[in-house]
């Protein structure tokens, strides 16, 4: 089992923790999803992750990975 911590742009309702759930759900080697609207951090669990292919599906979506710039 892996882990792979993610702070994410422009959560700010429910529907977009829904959202990010759902394109994360779609990934058949995720387990858990928990995702902070407060922070934007999104924890996710699974097995053989790839980050890259994560986070490039959450930016298609609004969801932007936040950088150490901004």
């Known amino acids: 089992m892996e882990a792979l911590d ?14 990010i759930k759902n394109v994360l759900n779609a990934f058949t080697n995720i387990d858990t999803v928990a995702v902070n609207k ?13 980050k890259k292919e994560i986070v490039s599906s959450l930016s298609s979506i609004g969801y932007p990975e936040k950088s150490f710039f901004n």
């Open 38 to 50: 407060e922070d934007g951090s999104v924890k996710i669990s699974g097995s053989s992750l790839n």
């Open 6 to 19: 993610l702070k994410l742009k422009n959560i700010k309702c429910d529907g977009c923790v829904t959202n």
